[in-house]
């Protein structure tokens, strides 16, 4: 009995030692399980190193900044690095644990360069890198498509406690209480601005290279922001698109050179500085940073699989000492796999831009970007028609849905942060004081005050005062995108103080498709404008349109204008225009044609009336529209020139129309990419004229007599001063961007860049023409007569300048170079420009 008692209790210590001891052995155990995110913003760092200090035990995070660790080792503490980051430490307990990190960035220098004996064992790396880009990069895929899911979003940071006193401030301050509690407990607190969230399909086809996106689905929150249209063609991935085997990447309208480019070893310093496990695949990770400190260049690490030498994932920067302005941080983080084809494709991607304070108490914006593609198809390219449209909007794409179906559509849940961001603007949005801000900064934006469906001004245009009128007055109105989504009316009424003259003009346009763009426009018109100025050729620049109602009116005229035309989009990058005009010629200034050159008595007149039709074809392969309400915006070029084609034929008779006659003129413009030398842009317009006119009827080439430079004129010669009947004319802009001045000591920090511009013109105007110039008025009084070109002699003008003066500034120097002799003209010119460049 007492050795079956003892059999038993031995029995039971074994059963307990054999059931228990795996909670003994894991209580031995380290596991640490969180998060690593960026302090200021919030977001997550992946690729981020997480070691326990003391060990060579460590992880690295995954793409949402994820990370898993476990050691039997005895341990006190974890630490979390990443480039760029100060790295911190924490304590650590035996068993299971969750230990997020928040870390602040680091202001670091560029690290000093460091031999040694034989060759960097990175270069070999980079060298395969390169040999093997043509069968990893995805554009040596025919085509490929995808599914996408983008997310943007929008915050105020950088909040100081001076601004936080301001009225506006603690009228939010409810907001902001809970809005500090977004980050963390050693997070910093933002506001958010607005947050949007699509649902796409994209595809790309490599011969010919076009793209297509079609948004399905949009979910747009925002302080401010009212027309969904407009946003919802910008919330998709079509604008976020980095592939880092291109040598050069185009980031708000700059290049940076990739640390993949074919010239790498120009430009970067590298390190291996690891050889890993990332997921399955063996990769080389490589730190790389920029030569010179302001240039526009990456710092940050990638990864290398070791299989292949493809790019598996990226983490590269921008910092405040690359010559690009009001930017602290450009941040892109990126995450590749391979198709069956062996090409990789970018799986998500995350850009984050910091932008700065413009003063010591503003408030700055960060911008967040965030992107997840899936459901891949590659080698299966459609019909070049399906390519039509850069960006195409569903019909349904911007019903409200629920919550529910939201979360079904997404690639990866919400944050609690996001969600909270949601609730934030909503709130933001119905606070008075806002609203105002909101108001008072459209104005100054847009220069109308929006009523509702009516919106009232431009402002800018209001007050202005020449020697022909006096101090003008104006005011105007136009409808917008909630009145009608068809019709547009817009109108304008001035009256000048000194020629004590009322003038008006009242158009409509009719949207006839929305597809193709199509529009039906009818204007008519009655004012005083100078000669040579085509408010519609320069409607883009409102600032050089105003200033030429200002000073000193040498050559102007009085006109009555009818105009109606009819513009489509057929194709991709192919639009047409047909338009007829009927205008009146009526000059303030001493002016007078020949009615009968041949006649050495001939009358001479100084009126006309002119009726004319003219066909335009343009055709642009790669320039991007969005329709911003009832309005078709280009978004500019990006290899391709345009080329613009016109014929106008006058016809005599209609309405006492004095002429028949023909013209035609072509016009190229292109943005050259030029990569370390910067961008070039390029126009060159070439006329012809066939028939004997007066020189009004003649291309007047257009001057400027304004203390600013202005890229579409030639910024010395004065208004009217030339016509011809046959030229060409050439602008040319080249952007050094810091190519030079960077390279400076001290001088480099200051960022000025430097600029070269050349205007030329080669033309000539035929004798039946200079015939027609009368050197008397009608009743005798001398006339002001204007020059034509020397055969054989172009008219000339050269400049330098500099840009980027306490970033707002640009200063030009100019010469004159030919046609010194005419009366009035300036032989060298020093012109101030305010503009707002990166």
Not at 220 to 236: A, N, P
Not at 544 to 560: E, H
Request: a positive charge; proline letters at 4%; charged letters at 20%.
């Amino acid at each position: 009995m007492q050795v079956t008692e003892k059999f038993l209790t031995l029995l039971k210590k074994c059963l307990l030692v054999v059931l228990f001891s795996p909670i003994v052995l894991a209580a031995q155990e380290t596991e640490v399980k969180g998060k690593v995110t960026d302090a200021v913003s919030g977001d997550p760092i992946p690729f981020a190193n997480i070691i326990f200090k003391g060990t060579t035990e460590g992880v690295t995070t995954d793409f949402e900044g994820s990370f898993l660790l476990k050691t039997k080792s005895k341990v006190d503490s974890v630490t979390a690095t990443s480039i760029g980051y100060m790295p911190r430490t924490k304590a650590v307990t035996l068993g299971k644990q969750i230990i997020n990190f928040q870390l602040e960035e680091a202001v670091t220098n560029l690290q000093e360069l460091v031999v040694f004996a034989g060759e960097n064992p990175a270069f070999e790396i980079l060298r395969r890198v390169v040999i093997n880009k043509d069968q990893n990069d995805k554009r040596n895929l025919s085509a490929y498509e995808c599914d996408v899911y983008t997310k943007t979003e929008v915050d105020i940071n950088h909040i100081s406690d001076k601004l936080r006193k301001k009225k506006m401030m603690q009228k939010i301050a409810q907001v902001m209480d809970s809005i500090d509690r977004i980050v963390g407990e050693d997070g910093k607190p933002i506001i958010p601005l607005a947050i949007t969230e699509s649902i796409s399909k994209f595809y790309y086809r490599s011969s010919p290279s076009l793209k297509t996106e079609q948004i399905l689905n949009t979910k747009i929150s925002g302080v401010g922001v009212t027309d969904g249209s407009t946003v919802t063609q910008l919330v998709g991935s079509s604008f976020q698109e980095y592939n880092f085997y291109q040598n050069w990447l185009e980031i708000f309208g700059k290049n940076f050179i990739s640390p993949l480019a074919d010239g790498w070893r120009f430009y970067y310093n590298y390190d291996l500085t690891d050889s890993l496990l990332v997921g399955s695949d063996f990769c080389y990770r490589l730190d790389f940073y920029p030569k010179s400190p302001a240039q526009l260049a990456f710092s940050g690490s990638m990864w290398i699989r070791k299989v292949d030498y493809a790019l598996k994932q990226i983490d590269a920067s921008v910092g405040r000492r690359s010559n690009i302005n009001f930017i602290d941080k450009i941040q892109i983080q990126q995450e590749l796999s391979p198709t069956a084809s062996g090409h990789w494709l970018p799986v998500k991607n995350r850009v984050l831009v910091n932008v700065s304070e413009l003063t010591k108490n503003s408030p700055g914006l960060l911008a967040k970007f965030y992107t997840s593609n899936k459901n891949f198809v590659v080698n299966q390219p459609y019909e070049l028609s399906f390519y039509d449209k850069r960006i195409q909007v569903a019909e349904d794409a911007r019903l409200i849905v629920s919550d529910k179906y939201w979360d079904s559509l997404r690639h990866e849940p919400l944050s609690l942060t996001e969600k909270n961001v949601y609730k934030m603007i909503d709130t933001l949005k119905n606070i008075p004081v806002v609203k105002t801000y909101i108001e008072v900064f459209k104005i100054v934006v847009e220069g109308y005050y929006n009523f509702g469906k009516v919106e009232v001004g431009p402002y800018l245009s209001a007050i202005t005062s020449n020697t022909v009128e006096g101090v003008r007055v104006q005011g105007g109105f136009r409808t917008n995108y909630e009145f009608s989504k068809k019709m547009v009316y817009s109108g304008m009424l001035a009256y000048g103080f000194l020629d004590t003259k009322l003038k008006f003009s009242f158009s409509t346009k009719r949207i006839l498709s929305r597809n193709h763009w199509t529009t039906l426009n009818l204007r008519v018109r009655k004012d005083v404008i100078r000669l040579g100025v085509d408010e519609e050729a320069i409607s883009a620049s409102p600032v050089f349109i105003t200033a030429a109602r200002w000073g000193r009116f040498q050559r102007a005229y009085y006109y009555d204008e009818a105009f109606a035309s009819v513009n489509r989009e057929f194709i991709r990058g192919l639009s047409g225009r047909t338009a007829f005009r009927y205008w009146t010629f009526d000059p303030t200034y001493a002016f007078g044609f020949q009615l009968n050159p041949s006649d050495p008595n001939s009358p001479v007149s100084k009126q006309f009336k002119s009726s004319e039709v003219f066909f335009e074809a343009r055709y642009a392969r790669d320039e991007t529209f969005i329709q911003n309400g009832n309005e078709r915006v280009s978004l500019g070029l990006d290899k391709w020139p345009a080329l613009t084609f016109r014929y106008t034929h006058g016809i005599k008779g209609i309405e006492g129309s004095n002429f028949n006659y023909d013209k035609v003129m072509l016009n190229v413009e292109q943005r050259v990419n030029m990569g370390p030398l910067g961008a070039g842009y390029l126009s060159v317009a070439g006329e012809y004229i066939y028939n004997q006119l007066p020189y009004p009827l003649l291309t007047v080439h257009l001057g400027n007599q304004a203390a600013t430079y202005t890229p579409f004129t030639f910024n010395l010669m004065n208004y009217g001063e030339f016509a011809s009947d046959e030229s060409v004319s050439i602008h040319y802009r080249q952007y050094l961007e810091g190519l030079l001045l960077n390279r400076i000591p001290l001088m480099n920090r200051l960022k000025w860049r430097l600029v070269g511009t050349a205007n030329v013109i080669y033309g000539s105007l035929r004798k039946s023409n200079q015939a027609l110039i009368s050197r008397f008025t009608p009743t005798g009084d001398p006339a002001l007569i204007t020059s034509y070109f020397t055969t054989g002699k172009p008219y000339v003008e050269l400049g330098y300048g500099v840009e980027n003066i306490f970033k707002f500034f640009r200063v030009d120097f100019v010469h004159r170079m030919s046609y010194l002799d005419n009366p009035d003209v300036r032989k060298f010119g020093v012109l101030f420009t305010v503009q707002f460049r990166l």
